[in-house]
């Protein structure tokens, strides 16, 4: 299994101000992922975080927007830019241990935009 | 794109009683079918999986069925506790990928 430790667990942010929330396992894992999940809704997948180039975005999901870090196979951030009250979510890191096997998610950030 | 469809929405049941939740997959190559447990204000966290090549498997109080065919398949909690409420997704492995479809989640309300 994987232990994955994200942060800020929560924060209340000013509208057109960005969050960077930061995600750390503690094992080399070669595929992360950022997920949002709106209240009451299930998780939607943002973009896949790859270690040593861009990441991978999902349709209607863009890198300027979400701007993602991976300097390594330990960490990667995820920043929501120029927020508004839309923004306001859940954003959980996740990592999978390999093909065909259930995938470990972080504690969540809850984000607030005022 | 590819989607998985879950029902119901919300369920309640009594104490004892037990709880079937239902899942539709559109990807007909996945193959890996994960159910996670969130309770509030927490992480989701699995429960029970399955893969394709079985069409049932237990834990406990918990089983999951698979129907490739009809691209089905569902969560099943006897005995139901208080402590099982909370909310359920399903999820599909996208094909040759490492990414999750979640369906839209199944509030289980467990009476006492």
């Known amino acids: 299994s994987a232990v994955i430790s994200q942060k800020p667990s929560r924060d209340i942010c000013q509208r057109g101000t960005s969050l960077t929330i930061q995600c750390q396992v503690d094992?080399?894992?070669?595929?992360m992922f950022w997920y949002r999940q709106q209240p009451g809704q299930s998780l939607t997948l943002i973009a896949t975080?790859?270690?040593?180039?861009?990441?991978?975005?999902e349709s209607g999901f863009v890198i300027d927007k979400f701007p993602i870090s991976r300097p390594n196979l330990t960490f990667s951030t995820l920043t929501v830019s120029n927020m508004s009250p839309e923004d306001s979510s859940i954003y959980l890191c996740s990592v999978g241990a390999g093909m065909n096997t259930e995938a470990f998610f972080g504690q969540g950030t809850r984000l607030t935009v005022v | 794109g590819e989607n998985v469809e879950q029902h119901p929405s919300t369920l309640s049941v009594q104490e004892g009683d037990s709880a079937v939740i239902k899942c539709t997959y559109s990807?007909?190559?996945?193959?890996?079918f994960p159910w996670y447990k969130q309770e509030l204000g927490k992480r989701p966290q699995l429960i029970i999986d399955i893969r394709s090549n079985v069409g049932e498997k237990k834990d406990q109080r918990i089983a999951v069925t698979l129907n490739k065919t009809a691209k089905h398949f569902s969560l099943h909690i006897t005995e139901t506790q208080p402590e099982d409420s909370a909310v359920y997704f399903c999820a599909a492995l996208l094909s040759g990928t490492y990414k999750y479809i979640f369906g839209t989640g199944t509030r289980l309300k467990v009476l006492a």
């Open positions: 975080a790859n270690q040593g180039s861009e990441a991978t975005y």
């Open positions: 094992s080399q894992v070669t595929m």
């Open positions: 990807d007909s190559a996945s193959n890996y």
